[in-house]
């Protein structure tokens, strides 16, 4: 039988898959190797090194998970539909589960670090001008865009460490659709398209 030719995303999505598992330090070039049935030569000819791989694997997560998402959510004119299409598919049935987790657990990492800013800051950014466009002012719009931020990572955080216990946060059964529907109408219809008021009731700008 010949050996499918290795490309830098089979190894980029590996590698994934091993942070995933058990954090950066799961990242090996031979257990890599061992898993795709592939050398370390076949390793070393995409890649300088295990930092070179780490960065594009990373940098592998960011497109997909954040810059071609919402790439495609542009297609959605409604700001609301957009918004619920946003968590329904970031809190679904993940290609990897528990990889967002991982990362942000080693947001200290010199290879981490950059590239987890860089994701959090263009996700806080979309989210506010979503809500932007519900009609919320500036100042809102980033509180509730950081607020809803906070409960999706809680959210798969929680899914990560205690979905047995807490079958709402599960990717899928009658119990997670129904807390994950609660939460978009909380994110979306709850919140959306007012403006923030401050203690004496004025609208803030």
């Given amino acids: 039988m010949v050996k499918r030719h290795l490309t830098p995303d089979d190894w980029s999505t590996a590698a994934l898959q091993a942070m995933a598992r058990g954090g950066v330090a ?9 898993e795709l049935g ?14 070179a791989l780490l960065t594009a694997a990373l940098e592998r997560w960011e497109t997909d998970h954040t810059t071609a998402l919402i790439s495609r959510l542009e297609d959605i004119s409604d700001p609301r539909q957009r918004l ?14 528990g990889l967002e987790p991982a ?7 010199p290879r981490v670090a950059p590239i987890l800013r860089r994701v959090t800051e263009q ?7 979503l809500y932007t466009d519900l009609g919320l ?8 865009a950081v607020t809803a931020y906070a409960a999706y ?19 899928s059964g009658e119990s997670a659709t129904a807390a994950l529907e609660h939460l978009i109408t909380w ?11 401050g203690a004496g009731g004025s609208v803030e700008r």
């Fill in 26 to 34: 799961a990242v090996s070039v031979n257990a890599l190797a061992g």
């Fill in 38 to 51: 592939a050398t370390r030569g076949s390793f070393y000819w995409h890649f300088k090194d295990r930092d």
């Fill in 84 to 97: 619920a299409a946003l968590f329904s598919t970031a809190l679904g049935e993940g290609d990897i589960s």
């Fill in 103 to 109: 990362i942000v657990a080693h947001a200290d990492h």
């Fill in 123 to 129: 996700r806080i950014a979309y989210l506010t001008d």
């Fill in 137 to 144: 002012a500036p100042a809102p719009a980033r509180r509730q």
């Fill in 153 to 171: 990572l809680g959210w798969v955080e929680l899914r990560r460490a205690a979905s047995d216990l807490v079958p709402e946060v599960d990717a």
């Fill in 187 to 197: 994110l979306t219809v709850a919140h959306g398209g007012h403006q923030g008021t």
